[in-house]
């Protein structure tokens, strides 16, 4: 079956630490988009990608970092730069970039500091 | 920038009986597309309706359809005949193509549904 696999499901970071969050799709989609969602809140746009090796930045891209290498594979660091990376961290992805083609997102990395 | 507001943090309803969760948004383009997604406890998003703003019907997907009007900037998400697996929260979600298709979520309303 085609869709979002992210890993790890849970992520602990010491102080200082840059970690990376893995997002891998096979729907062949072009775009592809990072969330990060505080407690009781909605998703935030981090990252966004709508072909290889480009990307923008988001709302709150500040202490992260992504690459887009390959079609199916859109990673995000968090960097020390982040002072407060606590948060649930989804990634989504599109076919095209028609904006009425709905977004399907994977399960989810929860981050939290050790 | 554009912004989505859902007024209603929480929301209950009982089994069987309708709701509507209300939503409202600003921007000032008149080509865009509104969605809502639902989030149960697993956290998985789950894609519920969508709607394009070209078009003046509104949507429809089973038990859920929306009330779009795009003169007052509203969309708000009617669900009839209301279940138990419909408790979650609720976002609604704006995009526009020409912006790379990223979305713009409002702060979602969570749906208690009573047995």
């Known amino acids: 079956d085609g869709g979002i696999t992210q890993s790890p499901k849970y992520l602990f970071r010491k102080e200082g630490q840059n970690v990376t969050l893995s997002c891998e799709q096979n729907?062949?989609?072009?775009?592809m988009y990072w969330y990060r969602q505080d407690p009781g809140q909605g998703l935030r746009l981090i990252y966004y990608s709508q072909i290889v090796n480009d990307f923008q930045k988001g709302d709150i891209a500040e202490g992260y970092s992504v690459s887009r290498e390959k079609k199916e594979s859109f990673p995000l660091t968090v960097t020390s730069a982040q002072k407060n990376p606590t948060a649930f961290y989804l990634c989504?992805?599109?076919?095209?970039?028609?904006?009425?083609?709905?977004?399907?997102f994977g399960d989810g990395t929860r981050l939290s500091i050790l | 920038a554009q912004t989505v507001t859902q007024s209603q943090p929480e929301m209950s309803v009982q089994e069987a009986e309708t709701v509507t969760l209300s939503c409202t948004y600003d921007?000032?383009?008149?080509?865009?597309?509104l969605f809502w997604y639902k989030q149960p406890p697993s956290r998985q998003m789950i894609l519920v309706i969508r709607?394009?703003?070209?078009?003046?019907q509104n949507a429809t997907e089973n038990r859920f359809s929306v009330n779009f009007q795009k003169a007052a900037k509203s969309f708000s998400l009617k669900i009839s005949d209301s279940q138990l697996g419909d408790a979650a929260m609720y976002f609604c979600?704006?995009?526009?193509?020409?912006?790379?298709?990223?979305?713009?979520f409002g702060e979602g309303t969570q749906l208690t549904v009573n047995p």
């Open positions: 921007t000032s383009e008149s080509d865009y597309y």
């Open positions: 989504a992805s599109i076919s095209g970039t028609a904006g009425s083609q709905p977004q399907h």
């Open positions: 709607q394009e703003a070209y078009k003046q």
């Open positions: 729907l062949n989609h072009d775009a």
């Open positions: 979600a704006y995009g526009r193509e020409t912006s790379g298709s990223r979305l713009t």
